[in-house]
């Protein structure tokens, strides 16, 4: 019997798992996951970038916990020499037409009270010789690191601090009660008084298992990534986003210095048809048929359509994809950039179409349930990590404290 279970080894799960430790260090715990290592999926293949929050609705999970999140980050990794770089960025509008989009994301970044600067052209050059653009952001807040070697610190702390890390051990059943809930895995059986659900790309499942049924499905967007070559990596110092568009949910293609160094390019989005697919060919019947047999799929494709080809044609064409970068570095050529990995986000869509623009965590009878916690979630893990932790009731026995 644990007092708490942690489905999912990525890195809110393992944040998690340290904060329910600082708020009940005497509680017997674990954190189960079903790969044999940590950080395995959307934690260890994204673009490492430690978010501002600019570009969140102001009052929203997503804007306050990744600004408090980018701070927490920072800390800890100073705290345990983890390389980071609090680098900056620009976000660059191309033209005319984009300044006007450019304003009102400068406008939300000061109401999320973050320290941006809008750039001339001559003051934007200053930073990236070889941007195009006609006005821009900085964003000094906006930094890099390898989240994957943050996960695994915090797997080394919370195993250090005597939680049980359980990896290889997939969830196949879920009963819950008033009092306990009883996990079928794998390698075994366990209860648990209280179970935390932060599977990821699995969370609306180990929900439903657990009887919560809500209007809300995971749906898997590829986002597949080109590397610069090393001879060009002059072309960028640091990072360099384009203005997003309004309506549609994710930021663009743009260009991001590495912690190893190198400079990569991506992602675009694309409807992945598995939901641990990084590949372009990659297919699971089941996921295809959730997505597919889901009606707000429909709606949510019907409404982005031309977003969706454009994304489609990035992903099967090179040339497209080199076109949009080109929009922002005219001198990087279709013989400079090379295919590296793909990560695939984990996005929750209502029955309605609409996309879930926040973090959606909901309690069920001895459980709660992270389920949508995409970009900025690695930034604000620890936050989040901090939030689940209050929300989530003490136990001793099978009493309830507070």
């Known amino acids: 019997m644990y007092d708490y279970l942690v489905i999912g080894g990525g890195i809110?799960?393992?944040?998690?798992?340290?904060?329910?430790h600082k708020k009940y260090p005497d509680a017997k715990m674990a954190v189960v996951e079903k790969e044999n290592h940590w950080a395995s999926h959307q934690t260890g293949r994204n673009s490492g970038v430690i978010h501002s929050g600019i570009y969140y609705k102001p009052g929203s999970m997503k804007a306050a916990l990744?600004?408090?999140?980018s701070q927490s980050m920072v800390h800890f990794c100073q705290e345990y020499g983890i390389p980071h770089d609090v680098c900056?960025?620009?976000i660059v509008a191309v033209d005319e037409t984009e300044k006007e989009n450019l304003s009102k994301l400068y406008d939300r970044g000061l109401q999320n009270e973050l320290d941006v600067t809008k750039l001339s052209r001559s003051e934007l050059l200053e930073i990236e010789p070889?941007?195009?653009?006609?006005?821009g952001i900085r964003v000094p807040s906006t930094g890099i690191v390898d989240y994957k070697k943050v996960t695994e610190k915090l797997a080394d702390i919370v195993?250090?601090?005597?939680v049980d890390l359980l990896s290889s051990t997939k969830v196949t059943n879920i009963e819950e009660d008033e009092t306990e809930a009883v996990v079928d895995t794998t390698r075994g059986t366990f209860k648990a008084r209280f179970l935390v659900n932060c599977a990821g790309l699995h969370s609306d499942r180990m929900a439903k298992l657990a009887g919560m049924y809500t209007d809300v499905k995971i749906v898997p967007f590829r986002g597949e990534y080109f590397e610069i070559k090393k001879e060009k990596s002059y072309l960028v110092n640091n990072l360099i986003y384009p203005v997003p568009n309004p309506d549609f949910p994710f930021l663009g293609v743009h260009l991001t210095?590495?912690?190893?160094g190198g400079i990569h390019a991506g992602p675009n989005a694309v409807l992945s048809l598995k939901r641990e697919g990084y590949n372009k060919l990659s297919f699971d019947l089941k996921d295809t048929l959730d997505v597919l047999t889901f009606d707000g799929f429909w709606k949510m494709a019907a409404s982005n359509m031309k977003e969706g080809v454009k994304e489609m044609k990035r992903s099967f064409h090179k040339k497209s994809f080199?076109?949009?970068l080109q929009r922002l570095v005219p001198e990087i050529q279709e013989g400079d950039v090379i295919p590296t990995h793909a990560g695939v986000r984990a996005q929750a869509l209502l029955k309605d179409g609409k996309l879930?623009?926040?973090?959606?965590v909901f309690p069920g009878k001895r459980s709660i349930h992270v389920c949508n916690a995409p970009s900025p979630a690695a930034t604000a893990s620890l936050e989040i990590g901090k939030v689940i932790a209050d929300k989530v009731p003490g136990v001793r026995k099978s009493k309830l404290y507070t």
Not at 257 to 260: A, G, H, I, N, Q
Request: glycine share 14%; hydrophobic share 40%.
């Open 130 to 135: 070889y941007v195009n653009g006609v006005e």
């Open 257 to 260: 210095r590495m912690m190893s």
């Open 88 to 90: 900056g960025k620009v």
């Open 159 to 162: 195993q250090s601090l005597g």
């Open 12 to 20: 809110v799960g393992l944040s998690t798992a340290l904060s329910l």
């Open 66 to 69: 990744a600004k408090k999140g």
């Open 322 to 324: 080199v076109r949009s």
């Open 356 to 360: 879930v623009d926040d973090f959606f």
